[in-house]
């Protein structure tokens, strides 16, 4: 493989429920296996079916919680021994939590930063260093522009999406000539079932798209990927507003 193409070896969709992972790893899926890490992994039989139908060459699915940061090391090495070298990992696991109840209980806060922070640092260094010592395999890791310039109606959340990206931009620039590639994804919000029920937000898109740009961003060995790609001038915009008005922005 050059500097450019998808890794070789088995896709890893941590998050095995999620509909842009799912779809990721559809368009990944033809002649390759693929690995579905969830809880109650028991119950993925209509995932299974649709990513058999796309082609995968099997599909296998293992029990994981991503809050369970301890156990990360040793599952991780477990589906290297097992299941073979990984070629792409995506990280596609994480909770949008309530904000109105963070504001009143730290335990939710926490939660919240939990699984979309401290859970995907743990995840990612140790795949960071299982895929050098192959030598290479690219990582997939999901921030937003919530993150980007957080605010006050998604201050928990978009808190937590600021330190994910930040420590994704720093870890991909310590893998930068190791064979090993991460490509970073800022969403806005996408039309699907963590959402359901939300006014979609101005140049929102759907799990269909946003897993487009993810595989075109894969082939290309792109460093970051904004989806759809207006919203990357529409925030150096953002990033100008005073906070007064800034404060008073919706979700």
Known sequence: MGLRGIAEGTVLLLGGRSEIGLEVARRLAPGQVVILAARRSGDLSEQVAALTEGGAAAVHCVEFDADDTAAHPAFLEKIASEYGQIGVAVLAFGVLGDQARAEQDPAHAIAVVQTDYVAQVSVLTTLANL?????????????????????RANYVYGSAKAGLDGFASGLADALYGTGVHLLLVR???VIGRMTEGMDPAPFSST????????????????????????????????RLLPQAIWRRMPR
């Open 207 to 238: 799990p269909d798209q946003v897993a487009a740009a993810v595989v075109k961003g894969l082939h290309k060995r792109a460093g970051v990927v904004w989806t759809p790609r207006i919203l990357r001038p529409v925030f150096f915009g953002m």
């Open 131 to 151: 895929l050098r010592a192959q030598g290479e395999g690219q990582l997939v890791v999901f921030s937003s522009v919530a993150g980007v310039r957080v605010r």
């Open 187 to 189: 969403t806005g919000f």
